[in-house]
């Protein structure tokens, strides 16, 4: 008998102290440790408080403003330099000032620097700076053109194209710049390489076939293989975030129109049956979403356009139309927004679009210079 109250004495005691524990939100993982001498002070306990009842009606909650930077081109100074600008269009910044042209800003995974391609040392290379302008260094130095950076997704390496063995060839080095090395080794042009969101392939185009078509190879090297054997021209490979599938272009039908296809070559799939050319596919952070641009064929009354469909091509939504070209499409960071350029004004500009409430708002007004290329930071 007094062995049975002693048990239920202690069990109490342990119920209370969970209790206690539980009420407390104390969480012992949590505690820092005690390092050296320093004393620590035990945290006061947080006692639980009522859960509030919900305040009806619901305040609106502000949808979040766009949030990191954009960068582009712009030829307002009188060449092509690059430029930075907060989501809003405030905050501009020219981060390049050479009379050489630069193009091609590409964000660091991190969003702390941005590589390009300039023509300023005589011939195309490779160049990186740091988000604010500061920091340049060259990259590539050699006769050829080099061209078409882009980053590995760890921020580590870049891929690019490369004409130093006399025909375009893809390329991985360092972020600095060392260990450059070939991945192709073929007479037909390779370029346009697009890393896998893993990091463990790199999409790229080829006409090694007699049209263009897109192989993957390891970013190690390694023999290339063929993706996808459509009769006409391919182009844009882009990777869905899940690297399962890849958006591209294909002219199988005369005209571009955008097709997935699975990692593994299966599940070709056509997404847009038009006359236009689709252009641009670039999918939403979730995966769920493409959006992309349709350019009319020449002499075409149509406008230029800016879709977003579901990722099998259903419920293509219009959200933007004007002008001969809407493209150069990129994602903001928490993917609510998007930047585009487009000539619906008349010259080329910066916008962005909200895809909930499809409102857009130009960012750029340098008439009659061109704004492009717009590159929203990953962060
Ligand atoms: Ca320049
Ligand atoms: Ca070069
Ligand atoms: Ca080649
Ligand atoms: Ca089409």
Redesign the pocket.
């Known amino acids: 008998m007094k062995n049975k109250i002693t048990f239920l004495l202690l069990a109490s005691l342990a119920l209370g102290l969970a209790a206690f524990l539980s009420a407390c939100n104390w969480n012992p993982v949590g505690l820092p440790g005690v390092a050296g001498n320093t004393p620590v002070s035990t945290p006061e306990p947080v006692l639980p408080t009522d859960t509030p009842e919900p305040t009806l009606p619901p305040t609106a909650t502000p949808f979040p403003a766009p949030s990191g930077r954009i960068a582009f081109v712009s030829d307002r100074s009188g060449d092509r330099e690059i430029y930075v600008m907060n989501a809003d269009g405030s905050g501009l910044a020219r981060l390049t000032n050479d009379p050489g042209e630069d193009r091609a800003p590409v964000w660091s995974p991190d969003g702390r620097r941005i590589a390009f391609t300039s023509n300023r040392d005589g ?3 490779i160049y990186v700076m740091n988000a604010n302008g500061s920091g340049l260094a060259r990259l ?7 061209t078409g950076p882009v980053w590995s997704p760890d921020g580590r390496q870049i891929a690019f194209d ?1 004409y ?1 063995d006399g025909n375009w060839e893809i390329y991985a080095m360092n972020a600095d710049g060392s260990g450059q090395t070939r991945l192709t080794d073929d007479p037909g042009g390779d370029s346009y390489p697009v890393w896998s969101p893993g990091g463990d392939w790199l999409a790229f185009l080829t006409n090694r076939d007699g049209n263009a078509n897109i192989y993957l190879v390891r970013p190690w090297g390694g023999g290339a293989a063929r993706l996808v054997d459509t009769p006409a021209p391919d182009s844009a490979p882009t990777w869905s975030p899940d690297g399962s599938r890849i958006a591209f272009l294909s002219w199988t039908e005369g005209n571009p129109d955008i097709y997935t296809v699975n990692a593994d070559g299966s599940g070709l799939t056509r997404l847009t049956q038009t006359a236009a050319a689709e252009d641009c596919p670039a999918w939403s952070l979730d995966g769920l979403r493409l959006a992309y641009c349709t350019i009319p064929t020449e002499g075409s009354d149509e406008l230029s356009s800016l879709f977003i469909s579901l990722a099998d091509g259903s419920n293509p939504a219009m959200f933007v139309t004007g002008g001969q070209f809407n493209c150069a499409i990129s994602w903001s960071p928490g993917g609510l927004y998007l930047t585009f350029q487009s000539d619906r004004d008349g010259n080329n500009e910066i916008y962005t679009l909200n895809i909930w409430d499809g409102t857009s708002v130009r960012l750029t007004d340098n008439p009659p210079a061109s704004s492009d290329s717009p590159a929203w930071s990953p962060r």
């Open positions: 011939n195309w290379e590539t130095d050699d006769p050829g053109n080099d490369s130093r």
